[in-house]
């Protein structure tokens, strides 16, 4: 596959038979917008970055239920701002202790 760019279900067929080369793909691929996406909902770039991080790790071990020709890039989305509400929620109830 040199010189063309793997498309996103070729990356995830890859990933979920375990080539994390892959993966490094997918993750260099979407960190940019998976990172607004975080920024946008926590208003912090710590909170974002975490939130960015744990969303990936999330998506990797749900890889073996990615519903196979769906689109990755809203899936991935979707668990990185439930990630990032959760952050924002949990920061919230340390701050009222």
């Known amino acids: 596959m040199e010189g063309r760019p793997a498309d996103d279900s070729q990356l995830i067929e890859r990933a979920q038979r375990g080539d994390s080369a892959a993966y490094e793909e997918i993750v260099q691929r979407y960190q940019q917008i998976v990172f607004r996406t975080a920024y946008v909902i926590t208003g912090s770039s710590a909170d974002a970055e975490d939130a960015a991080q744990e969303g990936f790790v999330k998506a990797y071990r749900a890889l073996d239920r990615f519903r196979s020709g769906a689109d990755l890039r809203p899936w991935l989305l ?20």
Do not use: K, T
């Open 78 to 97: 979707r668990i990185v701002a439930n990630e990032a509400r959760n952050r924002v929620r949990s920061s919230g109830r340390r701050h009222q202790l």
